[in-house]
Nanobody
Framework: QVQLVESGGGLVQAGGSLRLSCAASGRTFSSYAMGWFRQAPGKELEFVVAINWNGGAFSSADSVKGRFTISRDNAKKTVYLQMNSLEPEDTAIYYC????????????????WGQGTQVTVSS
């Protein structure tokens, strides 16, 4: 099992950048695929991007392709979400999640979740 804590959210102007971090505790972080999801007010939880346990690329949502990049540092037990060219539509609570081995776009397939971090993009 891993416990997850997100950080790095905040208020940014449209066109700006933020980097979110998700720090994990537990000895088996390197065995977990990691995903980022987001939930905007009044909307359902949405898949953003994920990375496999071995750092291999996985898919990302069309809405963030070319703007958001996921990476992981297994030595630091941390996964990052670099968000560039932010848009007001990116405003949401961002959650990181973990599941063993291979990533998925389905939130229901993730077994561990962080508490979320708020990202607000002003126009």
């Amino acid at each position: 099992q891993v416990q997850l804590v997100e950080s790095g959210g905040g208020l940014v102007q449209a066109g700006g950048s933020l980097r979110l971090s998700c720090a994990a505790s537990g000895r088996t972080f390197s065995s977990y695929a990691m995903g980022w999801f987001r939930q905007a007010p009044g909307k359902e939880l949405e898949f953003v991007v994920a990375i496999n346990w071995n750092g291999g690329a996985f898919s990302s949502a069309d809405s963030v392709k070319g703007r958001f990049t996921i990476s992981r540092d297994n030595a630091k037990k941390t996964v990052y979400l670099q968000m560039n060219s932010l848009e007001p539509e990116d405003t949401a609570i961002y959650y990181c999640a973990a599941r063993l081995n291979y990533a998925s776009t389905r939130a229901s397939e993730y077994t561990n979740w962080g508490q979320g971090t708020q990202v607000t993009v002003s126009s």
